[in-house]
């Protein structure tokens, strides 16, 4: 029952360097979607993607990049980090007709 | 005007009180609502989605007032494991899920 699955938990970046952060789900779902959360501000939306090759901004989309080659996978890329991105990082997924969505446990980002 | 706007409290109750929490939404078109309850920063689980009936799960009861445009989240007989932030939630047109700022409860001894 793995669900839905963010790695790393936690990172360290510089200003400047590029990442990504992963996210796969095991459960067929079409509609995959990513998160951040800051103090204050609840979770905001960053991209999402309503199925395999099929992507759109969200909120906040500004600096960072997804795509989505696999149902199972999408990853979110991070193109030169700030520290205005030091945050908390969600990835979501639900099946289409307005159903549940399931959460990773989340990356704890932070860019010194 | 936001899509989604909270009370983001902190709500500070005993233990056996009632308390509730209000979502007012922006967007007439929306269709599912649920409300969600994430602990300390962790991943938000789902509590229970919001019929426009109005529905209860034990000490829960969630109703849906289109006419107003809010939803609202009653906890009864309130628990220490209560303590936690509630957040409200719908899909907007397009299947985007948008979350509310979260409201903060604090039940004490």
């Known amino acids: 029952n793995a669900g839905v699955t963010q790695t790393p938990k936690f990172q360290v970046l510089k200003t400047g360097q590029s990442m990504t952060l992963q996210c796969a789900q095991d459960?067929?779902?079409?509609?995959m979607s990513w998160y951040r959360q800051d103090p204050g501000m609840g979770l905001r939306l960053i991209h999402y993607?309503?199925?395999?090759?099929?992507?759109d901004q969200g909120e906040v989309p500004n600096g960072y990049n997804v795509s989505r080659s696999t149902t199972e996978d999408f990853p979110l890329r991070l193109l030169s980090a700030a520290p205005s991105q030091t945050s908390v990082y969600f990835c979501?997924?639900?099946?289409?007709?307005?159903?549940?969505?399931?959460f990773g446990q989340g990356t704890r980002l932070t860019v010194v | 005007r936001k899509e989604v706007e909270q009370d983001p409290g902190p709500f500070n109750v005993p233990e056996g009180a009632t308390v509730a929490f209000n979502c007012t939404y922006s967007?007439?078109?929306?269709?599912?609502f649920f409300w969600y309850r994430q602990d300390c920063r962790k991943e938000p689980k789902l509590l229970m989605s919001?019929?426009?009936s109005g529905n209860e799960d034990g000490r829960f009861t969630a109703q849906l007032n289109r006419a107003s445009q809010y939803i609202s989240l009653l906890i009864r007989d309130s628990k220490l494991s209560d303590s936690a932030t509630y957040l409200c939630?719908?899909?907007?047109?397009?299947?985007?899920?948008?979350f509310g700022q979260g409201t903060e409860l604090s039940v004490k001894p």
């Open positions: 979501a997924s639900s099946a289409p007709g307005d159903t549940e969505a399931f």
């Open positions: 459960m067929n779902h079409e509609y």
């Open positions: 993607s309503v199925g395999a090759g099929i992507t």
């Open positions: 967007n007439s078109a929306s269709q599912s």
């Open positions: 919001v019929y426009s």
């Open positions: 939630v719908f899909y907007n047109q397009g299947g985007k899920l948008i």
